[in-house]
């Protein structure tokens, strides 16, 4: 399998992974919110004392993953794809401007594992 490059390129691809019952408003919209819930619940509970958000690194990518998933399929399911919504179709240039967008972060530790820097 090819590397994906372009936000439209992984749009495109994951658009073909999905299952005719996932198309819907119905499913995507609450797999949607489930997904961001898993996702923030690896967090808190590393701040509960569970874990250290280092042993977990495997898990939020995959629940990233799984964001990002959702995301395209909610552009798509619009008319549209990621680069559209933002605004960019560089995803070394879009990640970049994402990490310039944290003014302050709260917690440099969780953006370092989830970045892998």
């Given at each position: 399998?090819?590397?994906?490059?372009?936000?439209?390129?992984?749009?495109?691809?994951?658009?073909?992974?999905?299952?005719?019952?996932?198309?819907?408003?119905?499913?995507?919209?609450s797999?949607?919110?489930?997904?961001?819930?898993?996702?923030?619940?690896?967090?808190?509970?590393?701040?509960?004392?569970?874990?250290?958000?280092?042993?977990?690194?495997?898990?939020?990518?995959?629940?990233?993953?799984?964001?990002?998933?959702?995301?395209?399929?909610?552009?798509?399911?619009?008319?549209?794809?990621?680069?559209?919504?933002?605004?960019?179709?560089?995803?070394d240039?879009?990640?970049k401007?994402a990490?310039?967008?944290?003014?302050?972060?709260?917690?440099?530790?969780?953006?370092?594992?989830?970045?892998?820097?």
């Open positions: 399998m090819t590397k994906i490059t372009t936000f439209s390129e992984y749009s495109k691809r994951a658009a073909e992974t999905q299952m005719e019952s996932c198309k819907g408003a119905n499913y995507l919209d797999a949607f919110i489930g997904e961001v819930g898993e996702l923030r619940s690896l967090y808190a509970k590393s701040v509960r004392g569970d874990y250290d958000l280092t042993d977990r690194v495997g898990d939020i990518r995959d629940e990233s993953g799984d964001n990002c998933w959702m995301a395209a399929m909610k552009t798509v399911q619009v008319g549209y794809d990621l680069a559209e919504l933002i605004e960019t179709d560089d995803l240039k879009a990640h401007t990490l310039a967008c944290w003014d302050e972060p709260r917690d440099t530790e969780y953006l370092d594992i989830v970045t892998g820097k």
